[in-house]
Every structure is written in C-alpha cells, then in structure tokens.
C-alpha cells in the first residue's frame, strides 16, 4: 500500500544524508512538497540537498533546500519559518541524521575513527542526536 501525500508539506532534516536523500525522494513520489534541510552548514551539504532539490524538480514537486546546523535550534527555527513561508504549513517533520555507519562525507565511520579528531567526533554526535 503506498501513502497518498498530495498537498502534504514536510521538513526533513538531514537531507544530505542517503538515508535522508532516499526518504525525501520517497515523500516526493507519494505526492508531497519537501523542504530539504542540511544536519551540517557546509559546502558539501549544500551542494547535495540542491542536488536532492533538482530531483523533487524533476518529480514535479516544489521544494526548498535549506542549507543549515542542525544543532543550532535558532538556524532551525529559521529554516522552519521560511519553509512555511514558502511551501505552507508544514504537515510533517522528519529527523533523518545518518543511518548507522555513515559518515556526513559519504566514508564509511571506520575510516574516520583512526582520523577523527575528538572534537569533531563530538560534534558530530550531538548533531545526529539532537537534530
């Protein structure tokens, strides 16, 4: 059975993400708006949830990429301002951070272990979590 989302808005978090990227893109074939937000505000995660965004385009929906930290409440209180501002009312809210494994870069969590720096690795986690 497949959900009927026409006319649905949503905000999903996490956008650059393949986890986030495969439900964004799934919301869009079953007929609903997305607003594409990034976990992490840098070039790399703009450039994939605008390339996310070129995909929904292309399934004839509207949408908004919205390049962001997701661990700072007030860029998302912002980012969910103008989504609503743009597509509507937001009728869903989707937290998509990284599934298990996956690193923001697209490398495998292993490879970054003997790597990582300590801080980065904390930050990294406060942003799945509270995203």
């Not at 998302?76 to 937001?90: K, T």
């Not at 923001?104 to 995203?131: H, K, M, Q």
Request: cysteine-free; glycine content about 10%.
């Amino acid at each position: 059975m497949t959900a009927e989302l026409s006319g649905k808005r949503v905000f999903v978090v996490g956008g650059e993400t393949m986890l986030g990227r495969a439900v964004l893109i799934g919301l869009a074939e079953a007929g609903a708006d997305i607003a594409i937000a990034s976990l992490t505000a840098d070039t790399k995660a703009e450039f994939a949830i605008n390339s996310a965004l070129n995909e929904l385009w292309a399934l004839g929906r509207k949408g908004i990429a919205l390049p962001i930290d997701a661990s700072d409440p007030e860029q998302v209180r912002s980012a969910l301002e103008r989504a609503e501002r743009e597509l509507g009312a937001i009728d869903l809210v989707v937290a998509a951070g990284a599934a298990a494994g996956e690193a923001l870069d697209g490398r495998e969590s292993i490879e970054l272990t003997a790597e990582a720096d300590p801080d980065e690795a904390l930050a990294n986690v406060v942003t799945r979590l509270s995203s």
